[in-house]
C-alpha cells in the first residue's frame, strides 16, 4: 500500500477527478446505494435545517457544519460494527447520524433538551451515545486522538476485536496529541483506524499554510503504520478503503491511517465569514458534491435514482420535521439539576 506522493505545491488542490473509482455494479450494488444516498441525504437536510433554525435563534451556541463531507463519515461507518468505537470532532453531526443516533436525539441536542443525545449538555459539539459506542463530539482539536487510543487499549485487555475509528482533521497535524498517539499505537500495535479528513482549511488556515509537507499519508507512514489517501467526495471509494483498514487492523497488521481529501462547502462554523477561501475554488469543490456523484454514477448503471432520490426525501423530510417537533416540546432542565454529573455524590460515612 503505496501512500500518495509528495505534494508538488502548497496552494489548495482542486478536487481530483482522477482519484474517483468507477466500477461495474455487483449484484446488490444498487439497493447498497440507495442505503448510501440515504445515509448522505439525511446527514445533508439535517444540517440543512440546522442552518434554518439557528438563523431563526432556535439553536444557539457554535455549529459546524459537515455540508459536503457527507462521504466520509458515511463510507467509513459502513466498515464498522456495533462492537467497534467512535471518536469525532466538533463537526460531528454526520458522524453521528450515520452511526445510527437518531436525527430527534440529536436534534433535541442542538435544542439543549433533556432528550437529548448529551442530555442537553453537550450541545452541537459533544454528541455522545455509550450505547452505540459514539464517544464524541471533542471540541478540541486533536482531543478525541488520546481518548481514542485508550478505548482501543482497553479493549484489546479485555480480549475484545473491536477497532476504534478517530476521525480529525488537518489540523490535528499541528498538536502534539496526533503524534504522541501516533507513536503509542504504532508502538503497541493498537486497533486503531486513524481517519484524517483532510478538507484543506484548519479554521481558515490553508493546509499549506501551516504544514510543510502536505501529503498526510506518507507522514503517517513515518510511524511506521499503513497510511494512504483516498477520494473523500466518493462514498464507495471511502467505504472500500475502510473497510481494507478495518480488515487489516482486525488481522493484527497494527493502526492504520486515512487521508480522505474532502472538502467543507459551508464555513467553518456559522459565525465564520469565510473570506480567506476562494469562491472559484469552493465552486469546483462543488462540481464534485459526494451527493451528485453518486447520484450520477446510479444513473450510469441503470437505477431508477431519481424516483428513489424523491422517495427518500420525503421520507427525511417527515423524520426531520417530527425531529425539530419533539425538541421544541422536550423539556429542559430544571435549574436544581445544573449540578448534576458535575461533581460525584459524597460517599456515605461507614461507622
Not at 465564520?272 to 477561501?277: I, K, L, Q, T, W
Amino acid at each position: 500500500m503505496t501512500p500518495a506522493r509528495p505534494s508538488s505545491t502548497r496552494k489548495s488542490p482542486s478536487p481530483r477527478k482522477d482519484a474517483r473509482k468507477t466500477t461495474k455494479a455487483a449484484p446488490g450494488a444498487d439497493e447498497h446505494r440507495v442505503d448510501l444516498l440515504e445515509a448522505m441525504l439525511r446527514i445533508r437536510r439535517f444540517e440543512e435545517r440546522c442552518v434554518e433554525l439557528y438563523s431563526a435563534t432556535k439553536i444557539r451556541g457554535f455549529v459546524h457544519l459537515y455540508i459536503g463531507e457527507e462521504a466520509v463519515a458515511v463510507g467509513v461507518n459502513e466498515a464498522l460494527t456495533p462492537e467497534d468505537a467512535i471518536v469525532a470532532t466538533y463537526r460531528e453531526h454526520g458522524h453521528a447520524l450515520a452511526r445510527g443516533i437518531t436525527a430527534e436525539a440529536v436534534m433535541a441536542e442542538m435544542y439543549g433538551r433533556t432528550t437529548g443525545c448529551s442530555g442537553g449538555r453537550g450541545g452541537s459539539m459533544h454528541l455522545f451515545d455509550a450505547g452505540r459506542r459514539f464517544y464524541g463530539g471533542n471540541a478540541i482539536v486533536a482531543g478525541g486522538l488520546p481518548l481514542a487510543a485508550g478505548l482501543a487499549l482497553a479493549d484489546r485487555m479485555r480480549g475484545q476485536n473491536g477497532v476504534t475509528c478517530c476521525f480529525f482533521g488537518d489540523g490535528a497535524f499541528a498538536e502534539g496529541e496526533f503524534h504522541e498517539t501516533a507513536n503509542l499505537a504504532a508502538l503497541w500495535n493498537l486497533p486503531l483506524l486513524f481517519v484524517c479528513e483532510n478538507n484543506l482549511y484548519a479554521m481558515g488556515t490553508a493546509l499549506g499554510r501551516h504544514q510543510a509537507q502536505t501529503d498526510l499519508a506518507m507522514r503517517a507512514t513515518s510511524y511506521g503504520m499503513v497510511a494512504w489517501s483516498v477520494d473523500g467526495m466518493d462514498v464507495e471509494a471511502v467505504e472500500q478503503a475502510a473497510q481494507r483498514a478495518v480488515e487489516g487492523i482486525r488481522t493484527g497488521t497494527g493502526p492504520h491511517f486515512l487521508e480522505l481529501r474532502t472538502y467543507r462547502f459551508r464555513a467553518h462554523s456559522m459565525y465564520d465569514p469565510d473570506r480567506y477561501r476562494d469562491k472559484a475554488e469552493i465552486e469546483r469543490w462543488k462540481s464534485r458534491d459526494p451527493i451528485t456523484v453518486l447520484m450520477d454514477r446510479m444513473r450510469e448503471s441503470g437505477a431508477p435514482v431519481d424516483k428513489d432520490a424523491a422517495r427518500i426525501e420525503r421520507r427525511i423530510a417527515a423524520e426531520i420535521d417530527d425531529a425539530v417537533e419533539a425538541a421544541e416540546q422536550a423539556p429542559e432542565e430544571p435549574v436544581e439539576n445544573l449540578l448534576r454529573h458535575v461533581t460525584s455524590a459524597p460517599a456515605q460515612a461507614v461507622i
